[in-house]
């Protein structure tokens, strides 16, 4: 290198190598990592070592030490000084340690040093070297020692030099004790149980992270660098430009539950998190910002929690609310249901004594018509017969939907009598009605009123084609179901479900719950009678079924009944006995009825066919006539009647009389009592009933008890 200085002549180029190896102060280069880089000649003789032996070795491996805690201590005093360089950027002195060097003999001989580290800069201000630059004090130290040791009176020189030692001891114990407070407040910084870090700059670097952070963030390399060059997912959040607001505000930033996605890897996808944070500016003793403490905690598992127990909460609302809808739904079906029950109790009695009226009209009037041969008056008495079993069929329909009709129960196979219907239903709903059937294979079979079922499934059709003026499609559906995808009114078990669907009108909702109700109709006036789904509901619920009803405005309507299912096969119809060869001379008969009406009209026509009969207006009074009377042959009781009624006095009848037959009459029957074993096979004859149908049952009756003993 050439220098030239002003005003002087030209001086040759300075070998700054060999002015650092004329030095005769011990010196060498250090890299950051401690790596002996260079060396100069006064150093390997005040050391006693070869270059070759140091250059490219750390400084704390290439010169021996002695084993003992002495040198352990010196050598980390060394160590801290060196890393204090690092940190700092500044030159860092020890003003004496302790440190023996290797004779070569392999001795060790004692030596003190005064140490001066200084950091070499580039132009960025990054370090690239450091110059170690000891001094030997020994001589010195010895000195003084000796001095102290001997209490001689000692000169000027040697008090300034024990000055000098005495101050360099009290800097050490000061650099010792910044050491030590250094290294505890580095402790508490690492330990901190909320995340830290310090920025610096309007550029925000990295100058201090504790590991709390670090695995907030999922890397370690984040010192010294920009906080966008360090965590590039971070700037694409926004967060740069609020530490650029803070910095440039001078006002803190504070964010609860802060959601904030970190990519540790960049083949993972970012991991989600939430936090507080709270941005503090740094400021300078002008007041100026120079950095940004960066501290919070990490509430995710709390947040996480949180989001549990409020979804947990969100789910029991909705279960409180279905459970309340459920309860409101149940509480509306039962009071629907004992509404139901009370106004088929009312019309099952109302049906009662209309039916022993009609009986009794259409009784006497089958009788005038039979006594009287004028044509004019034939014909007004057909027109009253037609008028009272119009009446008797309103009536039966009552007490359909009261449950107190008397059903003809058989097992029955479902799919044949449906197909055996679609012929009916299409002459009845006419040819602009596409008519479709849907029955699962191995419907089960079902105990069933055969005729009342054909009779509910072609007023359902009718109900269908009226909401389908225009015309539409019919579905006829039927499938096996079990609990508990039946109906909540329904028993655990078994059912046959037939639904009959259409593609009408619809009816509304506010409409659902009267539906089933007598009398109810949303038809026009005088198109219809309001029972056909009352008797359909009666006749359902009478098997211990249940019936279902969904419909829309606009959307058309689902009828869906639920009979049980039953284990029996379906059997063929028995075939009737003739009654040609019966005659009723000579045979006595008993009749009781508590009604005198119908009594009187029963007794009167048994009577006009050649039969003896005797009456009884009680039961306790027609036991006292069967007990008079040993030759009557048959009994036909009524079912209602007071005190006795019929099955009570059937049953004390056959005390004496086990063998006797007998007919019931009723205007409605108890199905639960009519299933008792020992009243299964009485004959039943419904009020009103016209002069051939009694006739018919006392004779087949009674040829059914001749022909016992034969069959016996």
Known sequence: ????????????????????????NACALLSPDFTIVETNDALLRLAMRRRDDIIGRN????????????????????????????????????????????????????RYWSVTNTPLLNEAGELTFILHFPVDVTELHRLRRANFQTGQTRGVSEMIEGEILRRAQAVEEVNEELREEQKHLRSLFEQAPGFIAVLSGPDHVYELANRAYLQVVGRHDVVGKTVAEALPEIAQQGYVEILDQVYASGQPYVGRGIRVFFQPKLSEPPTEGFYDIVFQPIFDRSGSTVGILIQGNDITEQKHAEDELRDYRE?????????????????????????????????????????????????????????????????????????????????????????????????????????????LLKRT???????ETDLEEGLWPVVTDKVQLETALLNLAIN?????????????????????????????????????????VGIPEELHAKVFEPFFTTKEVGKGTGLGLSQIYGFVKQQGGSVTLH?????????????????????LEASK?????FHGAGTHLLVVDDDPGVRAFVVESLRTVGYRVSHAESGEKGLIMLRLHDDIALIIADFA???????????????????????????????????????????????????????????????????RPSQA
Request: charged letters at 25%; aromatic letters at 4%.
């Open 1 to 24: 290198m050439e220098v030239n200085l002003p005003g002087s002549r030209a001086y040759p180029p300075v070998d700054f190598k060999a002015l650092y190896n004329a030095s005769p």
């Open 59 to 110: 400084i704390f491996e290439a010169f021996s030490k002695p084993a003992d805690e002495r040198a352990e201590v010196d050598i980390e005093k060394l160590r801290w000084s060196l890393e204090r360089v690092i940190e700092r950027r500044q030159p860092d002195y020890i003003p004496i340690i302790h440190y023996d060097i290797t004779l070569p003999d392999g001795r060790f001989e004692e």
């Open 315 to 423: 789910h029991l609302e909705r279960l409180v609310q279905e459970r309340t809808r459920a309860l409101e739904q149940s509480e509306a079906q039962r009071r629907q249901a004992q509404r139901m029950e009370a106004i088929g109790q009312l019309t099952g009695g109302v049906a009662h004594d209309f039916n022993n009226l009609l009986a009794i009209v259409i009784g006497n009037l089958e009788l005038a018509q039979k006594r009287i041969s004028e044509p004019r008056v034939d014909h007004l008495l057909e027109n009253a017969i037609q008028a009272g079993e119009r009446g008797a069929k309103l009536v039966r329909q009552l007490l359909a939907f009261a449950r107190k009709q008397s059903l003809s129960l058989e097992s029955t196979d479902l799919p044949q009598t449906i197909r055996q219907m679609r012929d």
């Open 429 to 435: 709903i006419g040819p602009n009605i596409t008519i």
């Open 464 to 504: 269908a084609r009226d909401a389908m003026p225009s015309g539409g499609t019919l579905i006829i559906a039927a499938r096996n179901v079990k609990s508990p995808a039946v109906p909540e009114d329904l028993a655990i078990g078994e059912y046959v479900r037939i639904s009959v669907s259409d593609t009408g």
């Open 551 to 571: 419909s829309e405005a606009g959307r058309g309507t689902e009828i869906a009944l639920y009979l049980p299912r039953t284990q029996s096969a379906p059997q």
């Open 577 to 581: 006995a003739s009654l040609a060869e």
């Open 641 to 707: 009647m007071p005190n006795l009624d019929g099955l009570g006095f059937i049953q004390a009848a056959r005390k004496n009389r086990p063998d006797i037959p007998v007919i019931l009459m009723t205007g409605y029957a108890n199905v639960e009592r009519l299933t008792e074993k020992h009243l299964q096979n009485v004959p039943l004859v419904l009020k009103p009933f016209g002069l051939e149908t009694l006739l018919k049952t006392v004779q087949d009756s009674l040829c059914q008890a001749r022909s």
